[in-house]
């Protein structure tokens, strides 16, 4: 069983094979948060949750969901959301299989690290895990956190199997007209020159990213800087 909360509780489904699964968060964030504050007395700045109609503030448990459909607005509550018919609530269901090659980092969003539900589902976590990492593929599939319907896409994490969900293809913007003309040219000097200095950079991810931390951590340190958190 995975520590922590799990966010969703259900099985990837695939042909004739089941694994029961749950699903954490897969990062844990972290440094300095800003907030709005007043200049005046550092006092924090609150947001308001005021009605459009009555004007009045409206407590969060009463703020509800909405759909705007011909001019009118309809009010979803929990009930209904739930009752929504997403096949995907409670299973991962694989559309296929493909070479992990063909992802474009581009359209990777949110990351989740997915568990065994139980000591049975074992076995057969381990085998598509293994099937996934043999064969150098991933699987692609939909998901629905929370009230959230997405595509995603299920990969090997070192002894875990990872989700990440993905954005629909029409979500990712047109790159036209932003890349350089193509009557820019550099000369195999230049990239031979650039090619050195990449060397003398190279490193592994740890080693590039293992001392780095906020610029905003040492932010306010000094003396008389720190006041009370109002």
């Keep these: 069983m995975p520590r922590g909360h799990a966010l969703w ?3 990837i489904g695939f042909g004739l ?3 029961p699964v749950q699903l954490v968060p897969a990062i844990s964030e972290h440094g300095l948060e800003l907030h ?6 550092a006092g924090r700045v609150r947001r308001r949750r005021e009605c459009s109609v009555c004007g009045e503030d409206v407590p969060y448990e009463h703020v509800a969901r909405g759909i705007e459909k011909d001019g009118k607005q309809a009010v979803l509550t929990e009930e209904d959301m739930a009752e929504l018919p997403l096949p995907s609530k409670k299973l991962f269901d694989v559309l296929a299989f493909v070479d992990a090659t063909e992802i474009d980092v581009l359209q990777m969003d949110r990351a989740y690290l997915l568990a065994p539900a139980s000591a049975a ?3 057969p976590y381990v085998l598509l895990r293994d099937t996934l990492r043999q064969t150098d593929r ?3 599939g939909k998901i629905t956190i929370r009230t959230r319907e997405s595509l995603a ?3 090997v994490h070192g002894d875990l199997m990872a989700v990440h969900t993905m954005l629909w293809p029409d979500e990712i913007r047109d790159p036209e007209g932003l890349a350089p003309p193509a009557s820019v040219k550099v000369r195999a000097q230049e990239i031979e020159m650039a090619s050195s200095l990449m ?9 590039a990213t293992g001392g780095v931390s906020s610029d905003l951590d040492g932010v306010g340190a000094g003396p008389g800087r720190l006041g009370p958190a109002v």
Excluded at 36 to 41: C, G, T, Y
Excluded at 199 to 207: D, F, I, M
């Design 138 to 140: 991933v699987a692609i």
């Design 153 to 155: 896409l299920l990969r």
């Design 9 to 11: 509780s259900g099985a």
């Design 36 to 41: 709005e504050v007043h200049d005046a007395d």
């Design 121 to 123: 589902a074992n076995k």
């Design 17 to 19: 094979v089941s694994v």
């Design 199 to 207: 060397e003398l950079l190279c490193t592994s991810l740890g080693g």
